[in-house]
């Protein structure tokens, strides 16, 4: 079992959307694969709720809150047979629950805006998860994904400097795209989408699910990672790309 974990203290920078369109693509690849909402807001299972029985399957996992937003231990009720767990998890998170949080991944994605706003709070997070997690990544990965691109702006650029600078990689980059919200309101993810409209998107997942794939493999072992609805193609050396 594999868990994902996609965490930034920072509210609204993308992990919601992020964590919906992975589960939905794993989901989709055959994994057996549920979606842990650790956020009181639960917009993750609002979201699972809208999915229709004809969708691939993709589990609910209370993520052990309590109705007073109080957190009680961790009870990752996942099943024997989960292969793949997406952890959407709330703002805020700092101190024992970051810690609690970092415990429980095999892999951290950090989506980060292209904002000072963002890039200050990113900063901030970084150094506070990084001063903990360096003696203790044992195996774990950590990147990060800028989120809502619309060009690049000085800022983008500071935070590739503040990858390389934290040695957090950035393994991707999503731009403003009106498709996350019509997924989010309709259970679906951006791989369940017409392909006309959503090939943009869906090309900027594919660095994105390669690098994940490095340590899930791949349901046919003799594939190359590639995400659904696009041509054949070979993933470009750099991989952040933005259209
Ligand atoms: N790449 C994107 N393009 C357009 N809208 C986005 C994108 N990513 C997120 N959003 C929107 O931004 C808002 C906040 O995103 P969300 O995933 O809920 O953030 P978080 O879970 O970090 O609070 C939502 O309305 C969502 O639809
Ligand atoms: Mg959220």
Redesign the pocket.
């Known amino acids: 079992m594999h868990n994902i974990m996609v965490l ?1 203290a ?10 919906t369109t992975l589960a939905c693509y794993f989901a989709g690849q055959g994994y057996k694969t549920a979606l842990m909402d650790y ?1 009181p807001q639960n ?1 993750s299972h609002h979201w699972l709720d809208m999915r229709k029985p004809s969708q691939p399957p993709i589990r609910s996992i209370d993520a052990a809150r309590s109705r007073t937003g109080v957190t009680r231990s961790w009870q990752l009720h996942t099943g024997v047979e989960t292969e793949v767990v997406v952890i ?1 998890t709330p ?1 805020g998170v700092t101190g024992g629950q970051l810690v609690e949080l970092f415990n429980k991944a095999d892999t951290i994605l950090i ?1 980060v805006m292209p904002s000072i706003i963002d890039l200050n709070a990113v900063e901030g997070f970084l150094n506070e998860l990084m001063r903990f997690a360096k003696n203790r990544l044992h195996g774990k990965r950590i990147a990060m994904v800028v ?2 691109v619309r060009f690049k702006t000085p800022t983008y650029e500071k935070i590739e400097a503040l990858s390389a600078r934290m040695n957090v990689p950035l393994i991707g980059s ?8 019509i997924a ?1 309101e309709s259970g679906m993810g951006i791989c369940e989408m017409k392909t006309g409209v959503s090939t943009k998107d869906r090309k900027q997942w594919q660095p994105i699910i390669s690098w994940l794939h490095e340590t899930i493999p791949c349901k046919d072992p003799l594939q190359t990672p590639k995400f659904p609805g696009l041509p054949d193609w070979q993933p470009e050396a750099k991989s952040v790309a933005i259209s």
């Open positions: 930034n920072k509210g609204g920078c993308g992990k919601t959307t992020i964590s956020d917009s959407d703002a989506p989120n809502r999503l731009r403003d795209s009106h498709n996350y919200a989010m």
